[in-house]
């Protein structure tokens, strides 16, 4: 098991942006999607393309369904980005309207995330995230609302 962190990276007035960090590392998940591909050229484009989705949905209207493509299972908010045809998949988790965990993401080379073992992973661990924090919720422990995650800055989650 790894244990991570939820480390906010971008607040507004009514949208905040989160990351999972993992224990002894220095970078979130979604800086370290941001690292590895923002110098190759032939997925500049689409990380790009996620970026400002990202970067219009916190200053805008928030991270609305609509915006994200269906992933993980159906009982889950594991989604990814972008909604349309890419070579890049970034894996979320959308709490509400308001918040959203980017988790991490790589290159979409099989039909399904589940094929590619990697971005299997990515999608485990946020579904895994997404039971810890229901249970936090239900405790009372922590609280989502407003662009925020009320009591998480100081909890480890063993994924």
């Given at each position: 098991?790894?244990?991570?962190?939820?480390?906010?990276?971008?607040?507004?007035?009514?949208?905040?942006?989160?990351?999972?960090?993992?224990?002894?590392?220095?970078?979130?998940?979604?800086?370290?999607?941001?690292?590895?591909?923002?110098?190759?050229?032939?997925?500049?484009?689409?990380?790009?393309?996620?970026?400002?989705?990202?970067?219009?949905?916190?200053?805008?209207?928030?991270?609305?369904?609509?915006?994200?493509?269906?992933?993980?299972?159906?009982?889950?908010?594991?989604?990814?980005?972008?909604?349309?045809?890419?070579?890049?998949?970034?894996?979320?988790?959308?709490?509400?309207?308001?918040?959203?965990?980017?988790?991490?993401?790589?290159?979409?080379?099989?039909?399904?995330?589940?094929?590619?073992?990697?971005?299997?992973?990515?999608?485990?661990?946020?579904q895994k995230l997404e039971s810890l924090i229901q249970v936090e919720v239900k405790k009372g422990n922590i609280v989502i609302e407003s662009?925020?995650?009320?009591?998480?800055?100081?909890?480890?989650?063993?994924?």
């Amino acid at each position: 098991m790894k244990r991570a962190k939820i480390k906010t990276l971008k607040q507004t007035a009514k949208n905040g942006l989160f990351s999972l960090v993992f224990e002894n590392e220095d970078y979130s998940e979604f800086e370290k999607f941001i690292l590895k591909f923002r110098d190759e050229a032939d997925a500049v484009k689409d990380l790009n393309i996620i970026l400002s989705y990202i970067e219009q949905m916190i200053n805008g209207a928030g991270f609305l369904e609509r915006y994200f493509r269906p992933e993980g299972k159906m009982k889950d908010n594991v989604c990814a980005l972008p909604v349309v045809s890419g070579k890049l998949r970034l894996y979320c988790l959308r709490l509400s309207d308001s918040v959203l965990i980017a988790g991490g993401g790589g290159r979409k080379n099989t039909k399904t995330y589940d094929e590619d073992t990697n971005l299997n992973g990515y999608v485990i661990s946020l579904q895994k995230l997404e039971s810890l924090i229901q249970v936090e919720v239900k405790k009372g422990n922590i609280v989502i609302e407003s662009g925020m995650i009320e009591g998480a800055d100081d909890k480890i989650f063993e994924l």
